[in-house]
C-alpha cells in the first residue's frame, strides 16, 4: 500500500513540475472567458485521472455489455434532445428546490408517465438529480408509477443545456446534422463525391443554412455558445509576445479573424490585449452584424468586420494583417479548397509595401488528431472527424499537424515545415506557421 501511495505522489509530482505555465495577458475584464480554464497542473491531473478510470472501465465491462452500449448510444443524446426540446432543463433550471414528475409535466403541458421516464434516465445520465419529495408533492403525485414521488433538479452538467450556454448546440446537432450522419453511413460511403448533407438535402450546408434563416440562427448560437471555452483557453496559453515586439508584445499588433463570424473571438482577445488592432473577414451580411456586436462591445475603435470571401482574394486592408488566425475553418473544406484559402492569406501577406514589423503568421485552432491528448480527446476528434464529412464538403475532416504542414507546403509557407505547436487546456489545438 505503501508504495502505490508513493507512486501515485512521484506521478502526480511530475505532472505537477512537468505543466506549462501559460500565459497572463495585460488585461483580464470582467466576464473573462480565462475564468472557465483550470490551471495547468489541476487540467493535467484531472485529465490523467481521467484517463486512468475510463481505461479501467473499458476493460472491465463485459463485451457484450460494451457492444450494447455502443449500439444504443443514440438513446443518450436523444433523451437530452427530449428533455432540451420540450423546455425541461429550463423549468428544473427555474425551480429553486426541484420539481416532480406531474409538476414538470403541469407546467409544460405534456404527459407525466413519458416525461418521468425521461427524468428518471437523466439521472442515469447524470444531467438530473432527484431526491425523495416533500410530503405535499408526494400526496400530490401520488397517482405516478411510482410509489414515492421524487423531486428532480439540474446536475452541473445539467445546467449546461440551459439556453444561454449549449442548449442551441444540442438542438442542432441532433436535428438536421443526425440525418446527414446516416446518410453518410448509408451513401456518401459508397459513392462519394458529396457530404452527408448534401445526399440529404440535395445541397450543401451553407446554402442550406441561407435558405432557412430560423436554422441558421440556431446554428450561430450554437457556434457562439461553444466558444467560451476553447477562447479562454487560447487567451491563456497563445503567447503573441512570440511575434518579437520587445516589452510591449501586442502594440500595433493586428490579429485578422478570417471567417471569423460576428466577432466573438476577436472581440474577447482585444479586450485582453489593449495595444492589439484587427480585422474580420466574413459574408456581407455576417460582416454587418459583427460590426453591430463590435460596438456593443466597445471595441469598435480597433476593429472591424469587412464583408468577402476567403476564397476570393481579400480586401485590400488585410495586407495589414500581422497574423491571419482561423479557427473552426480548416476542418470545414477539401485539401483544394484549404489552400485556395490559404493562397489568398499569402496575397494578402505579401501585398503590403510596408516594411513588416515582424514575419507574419497563420494561426490555426482545431480539433487537431493524434496530439498526445487523452484518449477521450482523441476520440472525440475522430467522431469530429466524421461529422465534417456528414456537413460540409466532400473532403473535409481534421487533420495531423503533418497533414496542416503539407497544407501550408501547398500555399508557398515559409513555415510549412516548422509549425509550432501549442497545446490548449481544451480539445482543440493552437497551430502557428510562418507565412
Not at 444561454?164 to 446534422?177: A, G
Request: proline share 5%; charged share 15%; net charge negative.
Amino acid at each position: 500500500m505503501a508504495t502505490g501511495t508513493a507512486i501515485v505522489v512521484v506521478v502526480i509530482g511530475i505532472i505537477l513540475a512537468t505543466s506549462p505555465r501559460g500565459v497572463t495577458p495585460p488585461h483580464v475584464p470582467d466576464g473573462s472567458f480565462t475564468a472557465l480554464v483550470p490551471p495547468w497542473p489541476i487540467f493535467n491531473v484531472a485529465v490523467s485521472i481521467n484517463t486512468f478510470f475510463v481505461t479501467l472501465a473499458r476493460l472491465t465491462t463485459p463485451p457484450d455489455v460494451a457492444a450494447i452500449e455502443l449500439a444504443t448510444s443514440w438513446w443518450k443524446s436523444e433523451v437530452m434532445y427530449g428533455l432540451g426540446y420540450n423546455g425541461i432543463f429550463e423549468v428544473l433550471g427555474a425551480a429553486a428546490d426541484g420539481l416532480t414528475c406531474q409538476e414538470v409535466a403541469t407546467q409544460l403541458h405534456l404527459q407525466d408517465f413519458v416525461v418521468c421516464q425521461y427524468l428518471n434516465a437523466g439521472v442515469e445520465l447524470h444531467v438530473l438529480a432527484k431526491k425523495k419529495a416533500t410530503a405535499a408533492a408526494s400526496d400530490e403525485t401520488s397517482s405516478s408509477s411510482s410509489s414515492t414521488a421524487y423531486s428532480y433538479s439540474l446536475t452541473s452538467v445539467g445546467e449546461m443545456y440551459l439556453q444561454e450556454k449549449l442548449y442551441s448546440f444540442l438542438m442542432m446537432i441532433n436535428e438536421e446534422p443526425q440525418e446527414a450522419w446516416r446518410n453518410v453511413s448509408t451513401e456518401v460511403i459508397q459513392s462519394g463525391q458529396m457530404s452527408g448533407w448534401q445526399a440529404r438535402f440535395g445541397t450543401d450546408v451553407w446554402t442550406y443554412y441561407k435558405a432557412h434563416p430560423a436554422k441558421n440562427a440556431q446554428f450561430d448560437r450554437a457556434m457562439a455558445s461553444l466558444g467560451p471555452g476553447p477562447t479562454g483557453a487560447m487567451l491563456l496559453d497563445w503567447n503573441p509576445a512570440n511575434f518579437g515586439h520587445g516589452e510591449d508584445a501586442t502594440r500595433n499588433l493586428t490579429l485578422c479573424d478570417i471567417g471569423g463570424g460576428f466577432g466573438h473571438v476577436l472581440a474577447h482577445v482585444l479586450k485582453h490585449y489593449p495595444n492589439m488592432k484587427g480585422l474580420i473577414l466574413d459574408q456581407p451580411e455576417t460582416a454587418e452584424r459583427a460590426n453591430v456586436y463590435l460596438k456593443e462591445q466597445g471595441v469598435d475603435d480597433r476593429v472591424k468586420a469587412i464583408g468577402g470571401s476567403f476564397f476570393q482574394p481579400f480586401p485590400a486592408q488585410f495586407s495589414e494583417c500581422d497574423i491571419f488566425h482561423l479557427r473552426f475553418i480548416i476542418h470545414d473544406w477539401s485539401d483544394p479548397e484549404n489552400i485556395a484559402i490559404l493562397k489568398n492569406i499569402k496575397l494578402a501577406a505579401t501585398a503590403s509595401n510596408n516594411t513588416p514589423h515582424t514575419q507574419k503568421s497563420v494561426m490555426i485552432v482545431d480539433h487537431v488528431i493524434d496530439t498526445g491528448a487523452s484518449p477521450a480527446m482523441e476520440q472525440s476528434k475522430r467522431l469530429m472527424s466524421i461529422n465534417m464529412v456528414a456537413s460540409n464538403t466532400y473532403g473535409s475532416r481534421e487533420r495531423t499537424v503533418a497533414e496542416h504542414g503539407a497544407l501550408f507546403g501547398a500555399a508557398g509557407f515559409q513555415g510549412a515545415n516548422n509549425i509550432k505547436v501549442t497545446p490548449l487546456r481544451t480539445i482543440q489545438t493552437l497551430l502557428e506557421a510562418e507565412i
